[in-house]
């Protein structure tokens, strides 16, 4: 069975040990330790398929997008995956973002540096993509972006169509 268990002071270290052997290029130090510490609302998972952890997930959302919860740091544990585990927990996110009031899931994603196998994964799983090129958010100009998206609620998903994300405010 599928589990969330909310980062905290006890299980930061673990987190990030458990994000750092998931994205080994990429540190979620500082996004961790701020929610851990009340410095922003995200909210970020360990990912535990009954008693062993397989993997960590989060939610945040970007300025006053409070019906757009972002996908964040979710990854499953290079063992656990192709056994149907990844697509139950991001099942059981929907539901925690729901809750959170959120309509729609978006995941920024880059083409050039992104796993290729998350990009399946999600198209498997819902979403949708179209290229992020925001002229204001200069970070996008930089990079092949896209932005990937579902309804959380069986309804038409509205597109992104390119509003600034500030990816360095918000996802560096």
């Known amino acids: 069975m599928i589990k969330h268990i909310k980062l905290n002071k006890d299980n930061l270290a673990f987190a990030i040990k458990v994000q750092n052997e998931i994205f080994p290029s990429e540190d979620a130090t500082k996004m961790y ?16 398929n009954g008693d ?7 939610l945040s959302h970007v300025g006053g997008e409070v019906e757009d919860g972002f ?5 499953i544990l290079p063992e656990f995956r192709r056994q149907g585990l990844g ?5 059981l996110l929907d539901e925690t973002a729901r809750d959170l009031g959120y309509r729609r899931m978006r995941v920024l994603f880059n083409t050039d540096t992104g796993f290729q196998g ?6 498997v799983n819902g979403y949708t993509a179209e290229p992020y090129q925001c002229p204001r958010d ?6 092949n972006y896209a932005i990937l998206s579902r309804s959380l609620y069986n309804e038409k998903c509205e597109p992104w169509n390119n509003r600034n994300l500030h990816i360095s405010e918000n996802f560096k």
């Open 33 to 48: 330790t701020g929610m851990v510490n009340g410095e922003n609302d995200n909210n970020y998972f360990l990912v535990y």
């Open 52 to 58: 062993t952890c397989i993997g960590v997930s989060g």
């Open 71 to 75: 996908l964040g740091w979710f990854g």
């Open 87 to 91: 697509s139950e927990a991001l099942r």
């Open 118 to 123: 998350a990009k399946t994964f999600l198209k």
């Open 138 to 143: 200069k970070e996008s100009l930089a990079g």
